[in-house]
């Protein structure tokens, strides 16, 4: 049967390709979403991909009359909530601006959920709840770390008011997802990651200097204690986190109480490979060079995904030359991203 799901923050890199895989699958949708780090095309193009209609409203989670406004005039069966500021650094420049927007954001939207009986909720929480890992790789039951940032501090705080949340009122049905590494498009080359300014992520740096936007990838450090010395991160495609939501869905409609999952593939690739394989599947020369280690970053982080696997029935399908090969696609097609 289908339902009616609201995604905020669905014209952002995963929330469109959410919402796209939530169409296909025969779900009406509804997108609330400011725009402040995205572009109303992204949902123009997934409807020229799916054929299908998407309900939009610009609106800012913060806006309780807006949200209200929406619920009141929507039958809503859950809500995907991806709505949140998310540069690691400028976190640490604005930090008021950041639990403001992410915090208040998440809690306005809980309350315009309860006070309309919608407790249904996906929230996109992140991999750097853990902190510098102990052990890798990650299990959802080991602790949450310290993270050295407002950002994610941010996502540990929402993760910590949803628990809290579904103790008060057990008839909550929440599934917090810790995202690993997003990278990659989907496979028409219509929708795909793109970054206002200087990219902050490796991929989005990484596909920009392909196509001659940038001239060489500064590559954050070589003498960390990996295979080769650089970063090593879980990069999973964002096509396979965009199922993920849809079986966390599923869940929710046998199962009340919050449940955590880390959505990953378990493989840990380091920044030289990530260059290489990039190179290798476009034909495009990767320049780089080696500068000094980024402040706050780890040296290796990847999932443990077996909880999701075991309850969901979800694992990641793509493997890293897929991924590169639609993130080239994408930004190939669209050397400026929306704006062409
Ligand atoms: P994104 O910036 O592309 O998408 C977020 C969307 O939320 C944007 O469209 C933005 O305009 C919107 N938004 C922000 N604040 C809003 C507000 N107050 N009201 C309404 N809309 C608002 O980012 P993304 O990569 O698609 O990330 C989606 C979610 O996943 C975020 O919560 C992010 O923190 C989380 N996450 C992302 C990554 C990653 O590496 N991309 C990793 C872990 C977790
Ligand atoms: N890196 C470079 N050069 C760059 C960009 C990144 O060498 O120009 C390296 C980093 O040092 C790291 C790896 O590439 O080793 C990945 O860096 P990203 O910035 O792409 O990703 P992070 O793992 O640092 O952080 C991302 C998101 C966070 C999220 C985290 C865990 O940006 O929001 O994954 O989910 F919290």
């Not at 014209?11 to 725009?35: C, M, P, R």
């Not at 807006?66 to 995907?80: E, G, P, R, T």
């Not at 028409?188 to 940038?214: C, H, K, Y």
Request: net charge negative; glycine share 8%.
């Amino acid at each position: 049967m289908s339902s009616t799901i609201l995604v905020t923050g669905g014209a952002g890199y995963i929330g469109s390709h959410t919402v796209l895989e939530l169409l296909n699958q025969g779900d009406q949708v509804i997108v609330v979403d400011n725009l402040s780090n995205a572009s109303e095309e992204a949902l123009e193009r997934v409807k020229k991909i799916t054929g299908k209609h998407v309900v939009f409203f610009q609106a800012d989670i913060l806006d309780k009359a807006a949200l209200s406004q929406i619920f009141k005039h929507n039958q809503i069966d859950a809500v995907i909530h991806f709505a949140g500021l998310k540069a690691v650094g400028e976190s640490t420049q604005i930090p008021l601006t950041y639990y403001h927007n992410n915090v208040t954001g998440t809690i306005t939207l809980c309350q315009v959920m309860a006070e309309y009986n919608v407790k249904s909720l996906v929230f996109s929480s992140s991999a750097t709840v853990y902190g510098d890992p102990q052990a890798l790789p990650l299990l959802e039951s080991m602790p949450t770390g310290l993270p050295t940032n407002a950002y994610g501090h941010s996502k540990l705080m929402i993760e910590e008011i949803l628990r809290d949340l579904s103790e008060s009122d057990p008839s909550w049905r929440i599934v917090i997802l810790r995202y690993f590494n997003p990278i990659g498009a989907h496979e028409s080359g219509l929708i795909g990651e793109d970054p206002n300014g200087i990219p902050n992520n490796l991929m989005p740096f990484i596909t920009q200097v392909a196509v001659g936007r940038r001239d060489t990838l500064s590559i954050f450090g070589n003498d960390y204690n990996t295979k080769d010395g650089t970063g090593v991160r879980d990069y999973i495609h964002v096509v396979d986190l965009a199922l993920g939501h849809l079986k966390a869905l599923e869940k929710l409609k046998t199962d009340a109480g919050v449940f955590t999952y880390n959505l990953g593939t378990g493989v840990g690739y380091s920044v030289l490979e990530m260059a290489n394989t990039f190179a290798e599947v476009s034909g495009q020369p990767i320049p780089h060079q080696i500068v000094d280690r980024r402040p706050g970053d780890i040296a290796a982080c990847y999932a443990d995904a077996s909880a999701a696997k075991n309850d969901l029935g979800w694992t990641a399908q793509f493997d890293l030359k897929r991924m590169c090969k639609d993130s080239w696609r994408w930004q190939k097609n669209n050397p400026n991203g929306y704006k062409d």
